[in-house]
């Protein structure tokens, strides 16, 4: 049996420059999409992603925190592709770590607005650009640090518990006409968790039970899955993708 099926859908992914979001863009288009619009701040790169993936994709460069290129996005994949089927809330940030009573007010609110609120924004963009009238599935990418407090990356945490709160409030407030769902990643390796895993791989694998980090594609299938009708009894879950960490057994 092959991936799920998203056969003539027309995606749009957050945050495709590189890594998570681009494993997403390049399984929409292998799935069967028939377009695929990427966005991230830096047009020359997300210009060279869209071409890397060819004819159905698109791109379009902006801010994810401004909620006029959440339109202009939208707008883009229905004036070319004829549509906007499915919502990857997937750009992400991390510019704090550190103690919350410590951490930097700034970093904090540049971590919440892309990692939270941004998410909102394109979503009402998406529902408001085509979703209301035409339904469609959105998944946002989450973390396991959203679902159990840790030491060094509270700003981050916080900023993902509320995304998958998010997520089940929107599943809830626009259920039936659109599906709404999350992934729970733990550490993958993309440029965002390098600092987590480069002084010790080995040792990071370890802590989670399938033995390995987790690779863009882990969470891609996943966030397909979600979006595909596969998933269509489904929406306000979160999704671990994690090799087992959440579920692992404490010490006795
Ligand atoms: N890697 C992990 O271990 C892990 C674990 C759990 C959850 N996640 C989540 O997975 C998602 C993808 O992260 P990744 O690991 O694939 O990291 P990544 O390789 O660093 O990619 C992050 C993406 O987000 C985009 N982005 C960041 N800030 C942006 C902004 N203000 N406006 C527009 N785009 C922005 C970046 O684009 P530009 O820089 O080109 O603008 C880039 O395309 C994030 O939400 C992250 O929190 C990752």
Request: glycine share 14%; charged share 15%; net charge negative.
């Amino acid at each position: 049996m092959g991936g799920p099926d998203l056969t003539g859908r027309v995606g749009l992914v957050t945050g495709a420059s590189r890594g998570i979001g681009a494993a997403v863009a390049r399984g929409l288009l292998d799935a069967g999409a028939a377009g695929v619009v990427v966005t991230g701040r830096r047009p020359e790169t997300v210009a060279a992603v869209a071409e890397e993936l060819g004819p159905r994709a698109v791109a379009v460069s902006g801010n994810v925190r401004d909620p006029e290129h959440a339109r202009e996005a939208v707008a883009t994949a229905v004036a070319t592709f004829g549509a906007c089927d499915l919502l990857v809330n997937n750009a992400g940030t991390n510019p704090s770590a550190g103690p919350l009573m410590e951490v930097d007010l700034e970093a904090v609110d540049a971590t919440w607005d892309v990692n939270l609120r941004a998410p909102l924004v394109w979503a009402r963009a998406a529902w408001d650009g085509w979703m209301r009238a035409n339904g469609g599935a959105i998944v946002a990418v989450g973390s396991v640090g959203g679902l159990t407090p840790g030491p060094a990356l509270g700003a981050y945490n916080v900023s993902k518990a509320g995304l998958h709160h998010l997520t089940r409030q929107l599943a809830h407030e626009l259920a039936p006409t659109v599906r709404v769902n999350a992934v729970a990643a733990s550490v993958v390796r993309t440029r965002l968790a390098e600092a987590l895993f480069a002084t010790d791989p080995d040792g990071v694998a370890a802590a989670h039970p399938l033995g390995r980090l987790g690779e863009p594609d882990d969470v891609a299938a996943a966030v397909l899955f979600l979006l595909s009708d596969a998933a269509s009894w489904i929406t306000g879950v979160v999704l671990p993708v994690d090799g087992g960490l959440s579920g692992a057994a404490g010490p006795l």
